[in-house]
């Protein structure tokens, strides 16, 4: 559906009776941008905007803009996330064939802080509020189905392909064209038919609970990386760049959490990454604070050097509006931007699609979350193919790029393993 000629109209009322709102994602068709049992849960579409190209982010703020500036909100929770509200997800290259969508949910269920709540979206002014009663009770909810059990394989791009990619990229670092490239490689895998895919997203929060799991037309993942999250004038993000495998054991883990706090090569990378972010936000931002130094984040399978960002909006601008200035940061395209992304498209030999780009959601008050579409997988019928990608500087190697991507396929593998 394209933007209605009559305004959208949201109702938002408080719940007691939501639970864990995991339990609301549709199997076949899940929209969702949850982290540690918080978050948004969209159930059926609306509306659908789609974007392409070089503009995407400029027009898809020019469209929300006006969506919400006729939009009838009813709203008694009021916080960032109730009222009207699209779930999105973009495509990482200007030239990607994947399209960029906005949706709109017909119903949305929500929680955060202790505060749960259901917004029903329509087209056109309602006769009558619903009550909360009323959004619940039509929601289907069938009984879960079998767990799948699939087997990848690579993609376009082949492990010898990528570890050939790397090595051209070092002579590009070499030969002072970039300070770092990110390389990525997919893979791909056949769903069968009919696949409930509430089992892998839950799988996903339940051994990932501090990062973002998402799934927003059919991009299912779950990031470790906030791009942006705007709240009422606060701005703030993650970064992420910098990676080691975790241990085996206590001792073994412990040393290399401390090598990669200590490793150059990792420092560097996330020195650009960080700075790239900075950069971004401080014409628009003051009080701008970042760490003096990154500290080792903790997931199942990785540490990760990670920094956290913080400041205050000086000027009014929605989470689309930022999302256009940040995207692509240095952790997933690299330093020069311009300089990597040229390199990307003449060697990496693949479309990424959404891997990579901006995933989250936007409410009609510019408020907003955005993580970096990583650790995730695109679902297009019976198809699947998950992403992963290493950050190039000088002194990397090729084989433990490789490596490094082979633990980033990981959660979405074990997901739908």
């Known amino acids: 559906m394209t933007s209605p000629r009559e305004p959208l109209t949201a109702v938002t009322r408080p719940s007691a009776s939501i639970g864990s709102i995991l339990?609301?994602?549709?199997?076949?068709?899940?929209?969702?941008?949850?982290?540690d049992g918080e978050g948004i849960v969209g159930v059926g579409e609306l509306l659908r905007l789609e974007f392409r190209g070089a503009d995407r982010f400029t027009n898809a703020a020019a469209v929300w803009s006006e969506l919400s500036r006729t939009a009838i909100v009813h709203d008694s929770v009021k916080r960032a996330g109730t009222g009207l509200v699209a779930l999105g997800s973009f495509a990482f290259a200007d030239s990607s064939a994947a399209v960029s969508v906005l949706i709109v949910p017909r119903l949305i269920l929500g929680s955060r802080d202790g505060i749960h709540?259901?917004?029903?979206?329509?087209?056109?002014?309602?006769?009558r509020l619903p009550t909360t009663t009323d959004d619940l009770a039509t929601i289907p909810r069938p009984a879960h189905g079998a767990p799948v059990h699939i087997s990848f394989a690579p993609g376009e791009t082949s492990p010898k392909s990528f570890t050939s990619t790397v090595k051209a990229a070092l002579r590009e670092i070499s030969q002072s064209h970039a300070a770092k490239i990110v390389i990525a490689r997919d893979q791909v895998a056949t769903l069968p038919?009919?696949?409930?895919?509430?089992?892998?997203?839950?799988?996903?929060?339940?051994?990932?609970p501090d990062t973002f799991t998402f799934a927003v037309d059919g991009l299912i993942g779950s990031s470790p990386e906030t791009l942006v999250r705007v709240d009422n004038g606060s701005?703030?993000?993650?970064?992420?760049?910098?990676?080691?495998?975790?241990?085996?054991d206590r001792?073994?883990?412990?040393?290399?959490?401390?090598?990669?706090?200590?490793?150059?090569?990792?420092?560097?990378e996330h020195a650009l990454a960080l700075a790239s972010v900075m950069d971004a936000l401080q014409p628009l931002s003051n009080e701008l604070v970042a760490a003096s130094a990154p500290f080792a984040l903790q997931l199942p399978n990785l540490w990760h050097l990670a920094t956290d960002i913080e400041g205050q909006l000086t000027e009014r601008s929605s989470a689309l509006d930022l999302i256009e200035i940040l995207h692509p940061t240095a952790a997933v395209a690299g330093t020069p931007t311009p300089a990597a992304i040229r390199i990307i498209d003449e060697f990496e030999g693949f479309d990424r699609g959404r891997y990579a780009g901006p995933v989250g959601w936007v409410d009609a008050n510019g408020n907003g979350e955005w993580a970096v579409a990583l650790r995730c997988?695109?679902?297009?019928?019976?198809?699947?193919?998950?992403?992963?990608?290493?950050?190039?500087?000088a002194g990397s190697d090729a084989q433990r790029e490789l490596a490094e991507t082979e633990l980033k396929f990981r959660p979405i593998i074990e997901a739908f393993g």
């Open 235 to 248: 701005v703030s993000a993650r970064v992420l760049a910098g990676s080691a495998a975790r241990g085996d």
């Open 251 to 268: 001792i073994s883990d412990g040393r290399a959490a401390a090598t990669l706090a200590s490793s150059p090569k990792d420092q560097q």
């Open 193 to 208: 038919a009919g696949t409930d895919l509430r089992v892998p997203i839950e799988a996903l929060a339940g051994r990932y």
């Open 117 to 127: 709540w259901v917004t029903s979206i329509t087209v056109g002014e309602v006769g």
């Open 377 to 393: 997988a695109q679902v297009d019928g019976t198809r699947i193919t998950a992403y992963a990608g290493a950050g190039i500087v």
């Open 23 to 35: 339990d609301w994602i549709a199997p076949d068709y899940p929209l969702a941008f949850v982290r």
